[in-house]
């Protein structure tokens, strides 16, 4: 295989209009990998790009084992959170557990409504409505935990910039107990304990773990103080870890990637009639290895679905049911709601490229609008948005009420968060991260706000910022990305953020067949190079080939996979991107 000590870049755009670019790689650094570990050149060579060059943390990363969790009692105020707990218990008070409506709080939610209640307490769960309580922890929340007998509010993925409401607790007799992993506001809420990975005196090794990742490690804690059997809390909780962790987008390195690792596993053969339900609803086989893939495309979505357009607690209900009829009506009705989102989403998605393509030139940041349009499905849009016209994107749906709802996502240079500061006198709220952010504004000025935020992105946005950059772990020919390498690769697994699949650049290869499917941006071709021919599938980039023809000759980028489908497996590639070879 052809690698480079230096980062390669060809200026040419690609067939999507991306710039292609090389993974440095250190070849002493790798070759020192193979020696010290005994693992393949390729395996040597993506863990060296990927900055893996010390022997003892790409053995660790090779091999993700229980040792490497980190201790529970580094996180921030996890003696006084256990205290509040433990007190709690011997006291026989209530406990009010409150979530969040996405995968990660609701995977939250009931990591920590089961351990609680197997260790007999008196737990009443509660994951928010996005229609009717909004993000976060609505007022209404405290009132009703209150109203039943609550003595302590324990939150997790949410709470850590829940001033008004955490003061809320205290005024109305509860105590607060805050875990979440969201980044912190200029202070934190009173409560008597803030267990958040991201404080800056924190002395966690790792804080970049999801919500449930923290819910995890308290409880992992607790179950360690209580000597409880280590192996029987992980079989318990890991199927729940991991699809919180995979479906929040968390980067699988470090202790995530443990999770992930051992938690697939665990999640594939889980107890619960829950998760049961939801496998056979994705159709998995019975013998099908699951994957962090199958979580982010398959499970997640499900879960995510019924928070965005009906109510959460239908899957934490889901999560938490023992009874296997009820687990499979459930896991119907969060089939359905996917489908009904899939439907809601691309209704929203033609009438904001109409917009966008309305527009006289593309401003440097998108804002597009809809009286009709639901605010659950936004972010989602907004993401493709992104993909297509590479722009910082708000997508807002207007209420009936005047104002409206949006979400943001965007693209390396630009950060919407501060951008939504800057902004903040013209909007009624907002708040988020660099690539993605909430937002809400009264309807008679989304107009005036679209124009500040495109001149703002353009004062902050180069040119060459606006061009999609795609990077390629290596070079190698027809053979050499073939079943073996794949084999080797996979090694690398679990994949996700921070550990994507390994792109390939395979030069100058040969049409020797095309062919269309039902939907027309995905394609079907035969490439072939010295001899060798390989099937490989072009999704989503079938306009890019509609001039393609049989004997030309393309450099393409591309990943491995095995497809397996009634029972037979075929190995293939997926063309990410093309460009004529040369």
């Not at 205290?83 to 609701?106: C, N, P, S, T």
């Not at 209640?117 to 993000?135: A, C, F, N, Q, T």
């Not at 090794?205 to 000597?227: R, T």
């Amino acid at each position: 295989m052809a690698y480079a000590g230096t980062v390669t870049v060809d200026e040419r755009l690609s067939a999507t209009g991306a710039v292609w670019r090389g993974t440095p790689v250190d070849p002493a650094a790798a070759q020192r990998l193979v020696q010290e570990l005994g693992i393949p050149d390729i395996v040597a060579r993506i863990l060296a790009g990927r900055g893996l060059t010390d022997p003892a943390d790409a053995h660790r990363f090779l091999n993700p084992t229980v040792d490497q969790f980190h201790d529970p009692r580094l996180l921030p105020d996890y003696d006084l959170a256990v205290k509040e707990i433990l007190g709690a218990k011997e006291r026989g008070e209530r406990i009010y557990v409150h979530g969040d409506y996405d995968v990660d709080g609701v995977t939250s939610a009931a990591l920590l409504t089961r351990f609680l209640k197997k260790l007999g307490m008196d737990v009443v769960p509660h994951v928010p409505h996005r229609m009717k309580e909004g993000y976060g922890i609505h007022l209404d929340a405290v009132q009703w935990a209150k109203d039943q007998g609550s003595q302590l509010f324990l939150t997790c993925d949410c709470g850590i910039q829940a001033h008004d409401q955490i003061k809320a607790v205290n005024e109305a007799g509860m105590r607060a107990v805050v875990t979440d992993h969201h980044e912190l506001g200029d202070r934190l809420p009173e409560a008597v304990a803030v267990v958040n990975p991201h404080r800056p005196e924190s002395r966690y090794p790792f804080p970049e773990i999801s919500g449930v990742g923290v819910a995890f490690k308290l409880c992992l804690g607790l179950s360690d103080e209580l000597g409880i059997n280590r192996r029987h809390y992980l079989r318990a909780y890991l199927d729940l870890a991991v699809m919180g962790t995979v479906a929040d987008v968390m980067p699988l390195v470090d202790e995530n990637r443990v999770i992930t690792a051992l938690g697939l596993p665990e999640l594939r053969d889980s107890r619960k009639k829950g998760v049961q339900a939801l496998l056979k609803v994705i159709g998995l086989p019975p013998h099908e290895p699951l994957t962090a893939r199958h979580i982010g495309f398959q499970i997640g979505p499900r879960i995510n679905a019924v928070g965005r357009i009906d109510d959460a607690c239908w899957a934490l209900d889901l999560l938490l049911t023992d009874d296997t009829q009820e687990a499979e009506s459930l896991a119907q009705m969060l089939d359905q709601a996917n489908l009904d989102r899939r439907g809601q989403q691309d209704a929203v998605l033609v009438e904001a490229i109409e917009q966008v393509e309305a527009m006289e030139g593309l401003p440097g940041a998108l804002v597009v609008s809809g009286q009709a349009w639901h605010p659950g499905v936004v972010g989602i849009v907004a993401g493709k948005l992104v993909e297509r016209y590479r722009r910082p994107t708000f997508v807002i749906a207007v209420g009936q009420d005047g104002k409206g709802r949006g979400s943001a996502r965007s693209i390396e240079g630009y950060h919407l968060k501060d951008s939504i500061d800057v902004h903040m006198p013209m909007l009624l709220g907002g708040g988020g991260h660099a690539m993605a952010a909430g937002l809400s504004i009264a309807a008679d000025r989304i107009p005036e706000f679209a124009g500040a935020v495109a001149s703002h992105a353009t004062s902050i946005l180069r040119p060459e910022d606006l061009l999609p950059t795609v990077h390629y772990d290596a070079e190698a020919t027809m053979e050499e990305a073939g079943p073996a390498g794949y084999a080797q690769a996979a090694q690398l697994e679990p994949f996700g953020n921070a550990n994507p699949e390994p792109l390939w650049l395979v030069k100058d290869v040969e049409v020797a067949g095309i062919r269309p499917t039902r939907k027309p941006e995905h394609v079907i071709l035969t490439l072939a190079q010295n001899g060798k021919r390989r099937k490989a599938m072009a999704f989503g980039i079938g306009e890019s080939l509609q001039g393609a023809k049989v004997g030309d000759r393309l450099d393409v980028l591309v990943k491995m996979e095995v497809s397996t489908y009634n029972g037979t497996s075929e190995f293939r590639w997926t063309v990410v991107d093309h460009r004529p070879a040369g």
